[in-house]
């Protein structure tokens, strides 16, 4: 990239880093804690793909009048699927459910290792050869989430919340290397489009089934949370953070790191939550862990037999 180029893609993605960031802290807000709970979690999550998957049907027609439009093939159509189970189904919908219990900040440490764990679901799905600094740095990062999640929990006892926030880790890995694989053929925007277009029979039932009945029982707060999430985590973020991506994946990758950073300090002021110092350093050191894992080489996987 030549400097203008990539004075770019690293503007894109700090706006797309940014906006993932208050996720966290704005999910928090729609679901409520568990003393004052505010939308239902299965709300938040279809709820959210819901409305992204209508403002996409616009945005699909826009580059069809332009001449524009990609139509997925069938051989995408299981790359589509397990794109939504990650990113519409999966990880929202578990993260939710986590953050009705624990503070938003919990939530971050415990996410921060999500690029570290896409690296190894990546690996694994195409058979690569990770280095063993790499595995190293995946077995250090993980054992420090599962430690902070223990003193958390004050014992050697998770709790549903922090297998919530697990598998939210998970399956968004899976979706975001789903979402990378459809990105060359359909384009980093529609690719996000299809996926919420095509699960609208889905969501649309469920988000309408989960609705409040009281919408003025909500609070103002709960509604704000819940817009944010259904424009910027699901849709504009995808925009920005893809666009970032395909001027410059290995530089614009990076700034995803300080993404954990970002959701700890909208947490303060959005939440009130306390910013303890073991909080912290738990942060640092995933971050930290992650940033070196990024670094160990992973090679090609061998000519099939």
């Avoid at 279809?46 to 439009?69: D, E, H, N």
């Avoid at 790499?134 to 902070?148: E, N, P, T």
């Avoid at 709790?159 to 979706?175: C, E, K, Q």
């Amino acid at each position: 990239m030549n400097p203008a180029q990539e004075k770019e893609a690293l503007l894109w993605g700090m706006v797309g880093v940014t906006l993932f960031a208050a996720t966290l802290p704005m999910t928090r807000l729609a679901v409520g804690p568990t003393d004052a709970p505010q939308l239902s979690p299965w709300f938040v999550t279809f709820g959210r793909a819901a409305v992204a998957g209508v403002l996409s049907i616009g945005y699909l027609l826009w580059q069809r009048s332009r001449g524009r439009l990609n139509v997925p093939v069938r051989a995408q159509w299981p790359l589509l699927g397990i794109t939504a189970f990650g990113v519409i189904v999966g990880f929202p919908l578990f993260l939710a459910l986590a953050l009705r219990h624990v503070p938003s900040t919990h939530g971050a440490v415990v996410t921060a290792l999500l690029p570290l764990s896409t690296a190894v679901l990546g690996a694994l799905w195409f058979r690569q050869r990770p280095s063993t600094g790499f595995w190293a740095c995946a077995v250090l990062g993980s054992g420090l989430v599962l430690g902070f999640m223990v003193w958390r929990a004050g014992g050697f006892y998770l709790g549903a919340a922090n297998i919530y926030l697990l598998i939210a880790m998970t399956t968004g890995a899976l979706g975001y290397i789903g979402g990378a694989r459809l990105t060359p053929s359909l384009g980093a925007e529609q690719a996000i489009c299809w996926v919420l277009v095509c699960c609208l029979p889905l969501t649309l039932p469920i988000a309408w089934w989960f609705a409040p009945g009281a919408p003025s029982a909500i609070s103002a707060m709960g509604w704000l949370g819940f817009i944010y999430v259904a424009l910027f985590s699901m849709w504009i973020g995808f925009f920005a953070w893809y666009r970032a991506l395909a001027l410059g994946a290995v530089r614009v990758s990076q700034i995803q790191l300080i993404q954990p950073f970002l959701s700890l300090l909208f947490a303060v002021p959005l939440l009130g939550e306390r910013l303890d110092i073991v909080t912290l350093f738990f942060a640092l050191a995933v971050i930290a862990t992650v940033f070196a894992g990024k670094k160990m080489p992973v090679h090609a996987a061998g000519a099939a037999p």
